[in-house]
């Protein structure tokens, strides 16, 4: 059975950081291209980050500069090091393996406020 378990959200004033992981199984995570994605209140889910097998990565203009992705093969988790936060970060963050149609995990908060 595939799992995505997300952590590592929290509530930060705008300029700070989070680091979120997203630890899996049930899949040969060594093989698939990842992603990070987010959903705020009354929106869509987006992607903002995706991660190869070989560790090319692609951002959303929206996080460009100030998010990093990257992947620890060994620990089957992929990471989201957010800098810079702003309040339109604010929301709900997961992580899946785009277009393979996995379910999802519960996801974990990110809250920017003053």
């Known amino acids: 059975q595939v799992q995505f378990v997300e952590s590592g959200g929290g509530s930060v004033q705008p300029g700070g950081s989070l680091r979120l992981a997203c630890g899996t199984s049930?899949?040969?995570?060594?093989?698939?291209?990842m992603g990070w994605y987010r959903q705020a209140p009354g929106k869509q889910r987006e992607l903002v980050a995706t991660i190869t097998t070989g560790r090319a990565t692609n951002y959303a203009d929206s996080v460009k500069g100030r998010f990093t992705i990257s992947r620890d093969n060994a620990k089957k988790t992929v990471y989201l090091q957010m800098n810079s936060l702003k309040p339109e970060d604010t929301a709900v963050y997961y992580c899946?393996?785009?277009?393979?149609?996995?379910?999802w995990g519960q996801g974990t908060q990110v809250t920017v406020s003053s």
């Open positions: 899946n393996a785009p277009r393979l149609g996995y379910g």
């Open positions: 049930g899949i040969i995570f060594s093989g698939l291209y």
